[in-house]
């Protein structure tokens, strides 16, 4: 069972329970914010919303909670939902003021990002620096005493304000936000790997950029020095962060499933028209499994094999068509399929969708969600020699007409 709002006790399990929001909305960015204006209220601009996702921006808590009703989550659970962003935002500060740099809750008006260092005395004020000129600056979390940025000069020399913004253009480099095409609005947008699995602690170097608001002496910076991040030993990658170590511009679908190995089976009944001149089957299946093969059998007659895939790490999903001989279908109502295992490490099952030909015309005659207990029991689903069940969050090739196989 997935864990809950009541298991946010900081930003980076925020940033983990809304991702997975996202991802069983099943929505790309632009159809969120479209949401959202038709709803009125707080806009989620797609920017807005990729850096909440990727972790870069923690978020004002009414961008969160129009997040979620976009997301359709229901009003009932949004007060759990408030409570969890009040302990992530006191978890931050409080990481923030043991790091020795204030970290303050985010503004209702447009947000900045921005630590204060105390003027030292008799020190010339510097230049004011504006947040907006730090395009993905995080809140620090650790100071590097006596760390200089490039170029910066000794303690009694002010830097001039194009030096400073330079210097801290320099540290924190720009993070874009690769929208969806105007052309073709069913494709997502690039999606980081910190998006549905955010990095550990000591994955990754945070890059933190010095944001100066208000007055600020050189000989302050000189003490406490220029932020620029920690470095870990790096920490070996989860099979997740390996699945989404390259940008992913697919559909982005979660589903759960099972797979069975040699010796194995599934067995369904579903129903379709008699009057049917034809009936196919239409599998979602991990292709990162290559070349499944299974022999199918319709009401105990055979009907053929699924065709093996060629493998693809990039973009797992697939709908693969299975074409039932019309002999075997004409005229009856219920179909008992049942695959038999023949080749591969597994044959994997997400989804069941079955399509019948009547009068002409192809259209959905039923469907079997492997994994979800209402249907599999509709549908009489059995299996034998299961070697794996469970929940996989894929993505299907960028352009639809590649997402059918047959």
């Known amino acids: 069972m997935s864990a809950g709002p009541e298991s946010v006790h900081g930003h980076e399990d925020l940033v983990r329970l809304l991702a997975r929001q996202f991802a069983l909305a099943d929505l790309s960015l632009r159809e969120l914010e479209s949401r959202a204006d038709r709803a009125g209220g707080t806009r989620l601009p797609r920017a807005t919303v990729a850096d909440m996702l990727a972790g870069r921006r923690f978020p004002r808590r009414a961008v969160m909670l129009a997040f979620l009703r976009a997301c359709r989550v229901p009003e009932a659970e949004l007060p759990a939902w408030d409570q969890a962003w009040e302990r ?99 494709r997502t947008p690039v999606l980081k790997p910190s998006l549905f699995y955010p990095a550990r602690p000591g994955r990754r170097p945070v890059v933190v950029g010095a944001v100066i608001a208000g007055t600020v002496a050189v000989a ?29 511009t697919g559909h982005i679908v979660s589903d759960d499933g099972r797979a069975f190995g040699p010796g194995g089976s599934s067995r369904f009944t579903v129903h379709v028209d008699p009057a049917n001149t034809g009936v196919r089957l239409i599998r ?10 299974a022999k199918v059998t319709v009401n105990g007659a055979k009907a053929g094999q699924w065709r093996p895939l060629l493998g693809d790490t990039d973009y797992k999903w697939r709908d693969q068509v299975f074409q039932i001989p019309a002999g075997l279908t004409a005229g009856r109502r219920a179909l008992a399929i049942v695959n038999t295992f023949v080749a591969a490490e597994g044959f994997n099952e997400f989804r069941y969708l079955v399509e019948h030909r009547v009068g ?11 994994g979800d207990a209402a249907s599999e029991a509709a549908h009489g689903y059995r299996i034998v020699g299961e070697g794996w069940r469970g929940t996989q969050t894929f993505a299907y090739p960028p352009l639809r007409k590649d997402w059918t196989v047959r």
Do not use: F, M
């Open 220 to 248: 302050g910076a000189v003490a406490t020095g220029v932020l620029i991040g920690r470095r870990a030993t790096p920490a070996p990658p989860t099979p997740a962060e390996r699945l989404l170590a390259r940008p992913v």
């Open 88 to 186: 992530a935002q006191v978890a931050r500060v409080t990481q923030g003021s043991r790091a020795g740099t204030p970290s303050p809750a985010p503004p209702e008006a447009p947000e900045t990002l921005a630590s204060t260092t105390a003027p030292a005395a008799g020190a010339t004020p510097a230049a004011t620096v504006p947040a907006a000129t730090v395009p993905g600056a995080t809140v620090p979390e650790a100071a590097a005493p006596g760390a200089l940025a490039p170029g910066a000069g000794a303690a009694g020399a002010s830097p001039s304000p194009a030096e400073v913004v330079a210097t801290v253009r320099a540290l924190v480099p720009e993070q874009p936000v690769h929208a969806s095409e105007p052309s073709q609005p069913s």
């Open 360 to 370: 002409g015309t192809w259209s959905a005659a039923d469907r079997l969600d492997v």
């Open 284 to 293: 979602r299946l991990d292709v990162g499994v290559p070349l499944q093969q």
